[in-house]
Every structure is written in structure tokens, then in C-alpha cells.
């Protein structure tokens, strides 16, 4: 890699109370500020109708916030610059790859519409199609190129005018399961060497984790938890989260000093299983699936199934009793 | 079993094809040889001036119509398709109005329009002093043709601007492309196919046109009219029959052509 690739570019990107109603009165987002420095990854996680593309697409200068609200790079406010002017790079769901253009007219389609001269341009693309590994394949019309290499074409278009930032809109999630975590971690490698500002969008958790240097976990129009990954999957803000984010058992029950209603959170590497004895919570084993690292089994208790690990060479079966502890430092109570 | 009734399914269209368009049309191929001129009649077509001079005519309105009505409706339908205003859905079903008026009510509305006592008539006599009226000549032709040629175009371009993604757009949008490019770069490549399909439909119905050049005219030679005269009042039948296959043969001919060079277009990028 040379200095120039290494050096972070773009811009820091402040986004202040903005929100947008739709016409109808449909509130996609509430009134949200946001504040990434330049050079990170922010990955937008939640459910579709969470506002997470609506906010993807304030910040592109697709959609403007409503009245009051503000999009700011670099501390230059942009709400009002339309997306033509705003030098943005955008990867689509769909790729939205021009399918008149090769491989290389797709990539270098920005710098010919800057005017940029054909030489200087032609070397741009060529050393973009270099860095994604698609060199060869450089004069194929786009319709002769597998998904994931025309999500990495998308990527290289978009990186190719030097955007101050790099918004993807689900940029995995027209792949098959096998190929979207392969590409994850590509994706991942190649956002951290471009070292560029980003925004993924993606309502896939295992995803989120392996992009983003920050989630932001969105609910219903509104950022429920920002942090690190670590953050969002150890210390889940609320409910919400902790049901959305890895897999999580609930169970209900009591809070004690005002008897209110609460679901007691806890992932399945927190829960110890052990031989039953007297005065422990026993469980029954309805189901065991043996992973290679480990083996997940799936307990009922009282009536609800718990999910939890043991190492693989416990030979643990359906139809076992099992006593059954959580390690409270891990478990998460949320009032219902 | 699969291959019995394969052949079940393509009956249909092989009788059609048979009955309708083999059958005709290689009984009429023997029927201009059978004239006073011969097999000549064929090579009259060409070296006849007044023949020639009327392909040359038809070529030039169909064409003519044909761009017009692309142009046309090629902004129209991306208009229509991506933006929502009151009456719009009114306007499309009154697009699909006109699909079912005969060529005759066609001229005839071209004559109110554009005829001695029109509407162009009157304003111009009372802005300038002076009728204009062009019903009875081929400008009269051409504008009755986009009369009922432009609806059909606008729908068929419409249903391929609703099915282009959307994200193309934007994707050209944020790498800086203006509307204008837009529309050369990535819309116009999007909708070619499209727009050749519509555009061979409609110069095929402009060359074979009669209705509306039979109301508005005794002084239009376009090709299908000269056909009839010849046919019906001439009874010129040998010639009739030759002037028919021309007229065939040349407009698939134009649109190969067309389709071919569209064709390379898209490929070139």
C-alpha cells in the first residue's frame, strides 16, 4: 500500500435533530443527532422500518430532513447542497450498476463526469479494479460478473471520486448466505484500507459486528443504543436491543421490592450447566446440537426453552436433567 | 409425452401462421406477375415515378412519426411514471381513449383541428389574417398519426420506466451526473429496448396506415392509398399486389435495420 491509501479521508460527519415526516404525517425518523468522526464506520442496525435507510438518505442528499434539521461534513453545513454536489459515495442493494458500461466504464463513469482527462482516469480505475482484485475482468460487461464481484465494481465506482463519505445501503443482502459472510469480512478489510467515513445499513447483526467501529441500533424512527460492538452485544440499552442483537433468552418474572412485571435477559455462553443437584434451578435437555467448539442445547425450564453452550465433549443428550445457573454479572432485567 | 405435447402447444400458431400469413402472401407474390407488365411489375415499383415518388413519401412520414412520437413520449412517460399530481390517473386512462378510434375518426378529428373551417383556421385568420390550414397534406397525415400513435408509445415506455430501478438514477446522481446526462448515459440505454419495440410498432402502423389518409385526402399519396386506388378504382390488380409485397418487404427492411443499429448502440455503450 502506498501513504496516499493509508491516509484517512473523508470527512466527519454531524447530523442535528434531524427527522423526516413523510407526506401523511408517517414519522420515518425522529429528530436524532449523530456525530462520526472522520474515518470510522458506522453501521446503522435494526429492523426494515427503523428509519435506518431514511437517515442513510438525509445524509446522501436524497431526501431533506425536516425543518430544523441539519447535515453538517466537516463542520460545513450541506442540508440544502443536492446530492450531485455533495460528493458521496453510495453502494446499492441492487448495485445499480449501469448495464450499458464494462467494468472499468462503471468505475470510471464519476471521473468522466468531472471532466477528469481519459489517461489520469484510466490509471484511477486501473489501480481501483487492482485494490478489489477485479484487474482482469477490467473490459466484461457487467452482466458477465458474479454478485460478489459486481458489489465489489459498486464499491470501487463509488470510492473512485474520492467521496467524503461512504454510504451502503445493504450492500450484502442480494447475496446468498454463504457467499454474504465471506464478503463481510472482505468488505470489512477493504472499507479499513480505504480508511474512509461510512455508513453501512444492514438489519443483520452478524454483519454489523464484523463492519462497523461503532452500531447504531435503531428502533421505530430513533437510535436506541450507539457503541461499539462489544458495547451493544455485552451492555444491550434495553429490551429492544437485547432481543435484537446475537441470540438471547428471556424469562419472565418479578421485580421484588415493587413486584413489578420484568424479562431477565442472558445469552446462551452465560448460562453454566452442571449435574442436578438439590436447591438448583433443574432443567430438562429437549434438543442438542453439536457445533465442532461447542454444543448448544436447548433446556426446559418450567415451561420455557432456554438456550445455552456447553463444551463440545460433554456428552450431553435429549432427555438428561441438567441443573442450570446463570452467571449474574451477564444477566440483563429489563421492566416489561 | 413432453415432446407430443410440445407440439399440441405450437399448433396453434402454426395454423395461424399458415392460414394468415404464408397462405396470402404466396398467393399474392404469383398475382403481380400475372399483370400487362409481368414480373416487371415488381421493378415498377422503383422505376415508376410517381410509385417511387409515394414510397419515398410513406417512408418520410412513418419516420417522421415515429421520431416525434418517441421524442415525445419518451419524456412524457418518465413525467407520468415517477411523479404523483391530481388527475394523473384520470390522464392515463384517457391515454388508452384514443387506442380504440378508427382511422377514419382519426382524420376526421384532424380536419376539425386543422381543416378549411378548424380550430388552427380561426385563430389564425383572427390573430393574423390569414387561414393556415394543413388537414389535407401530409403535415395533416403526420399529425394524425401521433394522434394515435403517442398514447400507445407513452404506455408501453411507461410500464419500462416503472421497472427501472430506481437506485440508477441516484447511483449516477451521487457521482455528480446532471439530469441531461442522466437521461444520455443511463435512462435512454435503460429504455432502448423498449423504445425499439414501440418505435417498430409505430412506423409499421404509419407505412400501412389508411384510414386517416383516405378521409383527409384526395391530394396524400402515401403508399396503402395508392394501393387501393390501383386495386379499386385502376383495377390494376398485378400492381396492386406488387405495391403490397413493396410495402411489406420495406418496412421489415427498415426496421432490421433500425433494430440492428440500436442494437450495436447498446453494446457499444
Known amino acids: 500500500m502506498t501513504a496516499e491509501e493509508t491516509t484517512a479521508h473523508g470527512a466527519s460527519l454531524s447530523i442535528r435533530r434531524a427527522g423526516k415526516t413523510f407526506p401523511g404525517g408517517v414519522v420515518a425518523l425522529a429528530p436524532t443527532d449523530l456525530d462520526l468522526p472522520a474515518g470510522e464506520i458506522l453501521v446503522l442496525l435494526g429492523p426494515s422500518g427503523c428509519g435506518k435507510t431514511t437517515l442513510l438518505r438525509l445524509v446522501a442528499g436524497l431526501g431533506a430532513p425536516d425543518p430544523g434539521g441539519a447535515v453538517l461534513f466537516d463542520g460545513v453545513d450541506v442540508t440544502t447542497v443536492p446530492i450531485e454536489r455533495r460528493r458521496v459515495g453510495m453502494v446499492f442493494q441492487s448495485y445499480a450498476l449501469f448495464p450499458n458500461m464494462t467494468v472499468a466504464e462503471n468505475v470510471g463513469y464519476g471521473l468522466k463526469v468531472r471532466g477528469e482527462p481519459k489517461s489520469s482516469r484510466d490509471a484511477e480505475v486501473g489501480r481501483l479494479l487492482d485494490m478489489v482484485g477485479l484487474a482482469e475482468l477490467s473490459d466484461r460487461p457487467v452482466d458477465r460478473i458474479s454478485g460478489g464481484q459486481r458489489q465489489r465494481v459498486a464499491l470501487a465506482r463509488a470510492i473512485a471520486i474520492r467521496p467524503k463519505i461512504l454510504l451502503l445501503d445493504e450492500p450484502l443482502s442480494a447475496l446468498d448466505a454463504a457467499l454474504r459472510e465471506k464478503l463481510r469480512i472482505e468488505l470489512a478489510r477493504l472499507l479499513r484500507r480505504f480508511a474512509i467515513t461510512a455508513i453501512h445499513v444492514t438489519h443483520d447483526q452478524a454483519e454489523a459486528m464484523a463492519i462497523g467501529d461503532r452500531i447504531a441500533v435503531m428502533n421505530q424512527g430513533r437510535i436506541v443504543q450507539l457503541g461499539t460492538p462489544e458495547d451493544v452485544y455485552v451492555r444491550p440499552a434495553d429490551r429492544f436491543v437485547a432481543g435484537f442483537v446475537g441470540v438471547m433468552n428471556r424469562l419472565p418474572g418479578r421485580l421484588l421490592p415493587g413486584c413489578g412485571v420484568a424479562e431477565a435477559f442472558f445469552r446462551p455462553e452465560a448460562v453454566a450447566v452442571g449435574p442436578p443437584e438439590a436447591g438448583s434451578v433443574v432443567a430438562m435437555v429437549t434438543a442438542a446440537t453439536f457445533f465442532g467448539a461447542y454444543r448448544r442445547l436447548t433446556l426446559d425450564v418450567a415451561g420455557h426453552a432456554v438456550e445455552a453452550e456447553v463444551p463440545a465433549e460433554r456428552p450431553v443428550r435429549p432427555g438428561d436433567a441438567v441443573s442450570l445457573a446463570v452467571d449474574p454479572a451477564r444477566l440483563h432485567v429489563f421492566p416489561t | ?269
Open chain 2, 1 to 269: 409425452m413432453t415432446r407430443r405435447f410440445e407440439f399440441l402447444l405450437l399448433l396453434p400458431a402454426g395454423v395461424f401462421v399458415l392460414a394468415f400469413l404464408l397462405v396470402p402472401m404466396a398467393a399474392l407474390v404469383p398475382v403481380a406477375g400475372s399483370g400487362r407488365l409481368g414480373w416487371s411489375a415488381y421493378l415498377a415499383v422503383v422505376t415508376e415515378p410517381r410509385y417511387r415518388a409515394t414510397m419515398i413519401s410513406t417512408l418520410v412520414v412513418a419516420a417522421a412519426t415515429t421520431a416525434l412520437t418517441l421524442a415525445i413520449a419518451t419524456v412524457a412517460a418518465q413525467f407520468l411514471a415517477s411523479r404523483r399530481f391530481p388527475g394523473r390517473d384520470l390522464l392515463v386512462a384517457m391515454l388508452t381513449f384514443p387506442l380504440a378510434f378508427p382511422g377514419v375518426v382519426v382524420g376526421f378529428m384532424v380536419i376539425l383541428l386543422s381543416g378549411r373551417l378548424g380550430l388552427v383556421a380561426q385563430a389564425s385568420e383572427a390573430l393574423f389574417g390569414e387561414r393556415i390550414v394543413f388537414a389535407y397534406s401530409l403535415g395533416g397525415l403526420l399529425v394524425g398519426y401521433l394522434y394515435f400513435s403517442i398514447p400507445r408509445v407513452i404506455l408501453t415506455v411507461m410500464a419500462a420506466v416503472e421497472k427501472l430501478d430506481p437506485a440508477l438514477v441516484e447511483a449516477a446522481r451521487s457521482l455528480g451526473a446532471g439530469p441531461f446526462r442522466i437521461q444520455r448515459d443511463v435512462v435512454l440505454p435503460a429504455l432502448a429496448p423498449a423504445l425499439v419495440a414501440a418505435g417498430a410498432l409505430c412506423f409499421a402502423t404509419a407505412m400501412g396506415a389508411f384510414g386517416t389518409a383516405f378521409t383527409l385526402a384526395t391530394r396524400i399519396d402515401v403508399l396503402p392509398m395508392v394501393i387501393y386506388t390501383e386495386f379499386t378504382l385502376g383495377g390494376n390488380v398485378a400492381i396492386a399486389a406488387a405495391l403490397s409485397i413493396a410495402l411489406g418487404l420495406v418496412t421489415w427492411l427498415a426496421l432490421a435495420l433500425a433494430r440492428n443499429a440500436t442494437g450495436a448502440v447498446a453494446a457499444a455503450g
